[in-house]
């Protein structure tokens, strides 16, 4: 029994990933602050604005804009913590590998499995979104509209629960997904380039929107400001401010994605943290100016149900279909950076835990001349355009931000642990007001996001906890590396 319960919490030395060999390949070091940036904001401004607000207004009302406050606040609690483990920890795998080192191997797989979740979700939900912009743009700009049985999932939600609509088949989201494939096989720093391009496109149509938005501002449409109280009122499961904040978190992904790209970037200890915050405050400036502008221009019965809503808003406001024509291609480049993003997350944290020997050796395998993980690329492109050619988006918001407030909390866990494991390491950044603070209060705040959201997310959760268990007592602990060293 001891051996067994040593097994579960061996921990992996903080040199382990900086080795110049495993055997398979190694990840090029072609990142630069600015790409680091740019890959943080380009997975996290967009999926939140551009889709979201749909989801969270109707939960909270005018008060969504502290819907916004509450996440921020949350992450950016977190992304201190990021990045200090950053700061002395500089590999691949973000909140995977800093699990590994400072609490253990099952509680890193426990997170392992939820990053894979919250990156492959969040890539199909934003696949999905991107379809009703690139419909909204066919139909303002050349006046035809994709077939509707091509551009619906499969399995809707619907009044009574999961219907399964036959012949339905969302095409546009498998167009984007597979793009974005063949972007990532050919490296991470051309991807990068093309991601620092569609970054810049997506801040300045979004300060377009904003202009344009506030010169329709009614401060009628904030009253009543906040009609659901932070948890809803009786009878209302999943309303207020707290459930919004829950639906909203998980756009803060991008924060993570930065993390995960440590194993390619020049000087790690400096630019992966200095690249976490500076993302943050460009994300909580956008967010919380676009969500103003758009509470602003219409009331929240507008936002129930409404595809496209930033593109719809500007033909509302102007009543001309320029701006929408205009808007919508900008959505059509920025969701496709943020897909593109969320898959390299995804493929570069399975190349980790592959590394480690947890999963199979097919997904550290590196392609010699552009050095990337083609069949691991490949694969998670598989599933995330399955999943988004098939499933229904109201699916998936919740369940992406589950995985990622648990991950983000564990690496909070982190800070402290390893603060007291190895206080003489020499950390590039270091937590203010001691290890217990910022961690402990970035803790309860994940948990109390958590509280607000729905019951099916919790059960969908377990049951992936579940599975997540029973493939590391099936493979991941008689295969990983570390067992092996002491055979």
């Known amino acids: 029994m001891n051996a067994f319960l040593n097994a579960l919490i061996r921990k992996k030395s903080i040199n382990d990933d900086a080795r110049t060999n495993h055997g398979s390949g190694e990840l090029k070091r072609s990142l630069g602050l600015f790409s680091l940036v740019m890959l943080g904001v380009g997975a996290t401004i967009g999926t939140g604005i551009f889709f979201a607000m749909a989801e969270a207004v109707p939960k909270a009302g005018p008060a969504v804009i502290w819907s916004f406050v509450i996440a921020s606040i949350a992450a950016g609690l977190t992304a201190l913590c990021y990045a200090e483990l950053s700061s002395f920890i500089p590999a691949s795998g973000s909140a995977y590998s800093y699990t590994y080192v400072s609490v253990g191997e099952f509680p890193a797989y426990i997170v392992g499995s939820c990053l894979l979740l919250e990156y492959a979700l969040a890539a199909s939900a934003t696949a999905i979104g991107w379809s009703e912009y690139l419909n909204n743009f066919l139909q303002h700009a050349i006046g035809w509209s994709i077939p509707l049985h091509l551009r619906s999932p499969l399995m809707v939600s619907g009044a009574n629960g999961l ?132 509470m602003g221009a219409q009331p929240v019965a507008a936002f129930i149900g409404q595809e496209a809503g930033l593109s719809a808003i500007l033909e509302n406001v102007t009543g001309q279909k320029w701006p929408a024509i205009l808007l919508s291609a900008g959505a059509i480049i920025s969701v496709f950076s943020v897909t593109l993003v969320l898959i390299y997350g995804q493929t570069r944290i399975l190349f980790v835990i592959g590394r480690d020997g947890l999963i199979p050796r097919i997904f550290q395998t590196i392609h010699p001349r552009t050095l990337s993980p083609v069949a691991n690329t490949l694969i998670v492109s598989v599933m995330v355009g399955l999943i988004a050619g098939f499933v229904d988006s109201s699916y998936l918001w919740d369940m992406v931000s589950m995985g990622t407030l648990v991950a983000f909390a564990l690496v909070s866990i982190g800070v402290t642990v390893m603060r007291r494991k190895s206080p003489e390491l020499v950390r590039g950044f270091t937590l203010p007001f001691g290890p217990w603070v910022i961690p402990g209060l970035s803790v309860v705040a994940c948990a109390w996001i958590v509280v607000g959201l729905s019951n099916v997310t919790y059960t969908i959760f377990a049951a992936w906890i579940g599975f997540t268990v029973l493939g590391y007592a099936m493979y991941g602990i008689h295969n990983s590396k570390l067992a092996l060293k002491r055979i």
């Open 163 to 294: 219907e399964m609509h036959w012949g339905n088949f969302n095409l546009p989201p498998i167009i984007l997904v597979s793009m974005c494939c063949l972007l990532l096989l050919r490296g991470a720093k051309e991807s990068a380039t093309v991601n620092g391009i569609m970054v810049l496109i997506k801040i300045a149509i979004l300060v377009f929107f904003s202009v344009m938005a506030f010169t329709a501002f009614n401060s009628h449409n904030f009253v009543p400001f906040n009609p659901h109280g932070m948890l809803g009122h009786a009878g209302e499961k999943g309303m207020g401010i707290v459930p919004a904040a829950g639906t909203i978190f998980f756009s803060f992904i991008g924060l993570d994605t930065v993390a995960t790209a440590g194993a390619e970037t020049d000087n790690p200890k400096r630019n992966v943290p200095l690249g976490i915050m500076l993302a943050l405050l460009i994300v909580v400036a956008a967010y919380i100016l676009v969500a103003t502008a758009a």
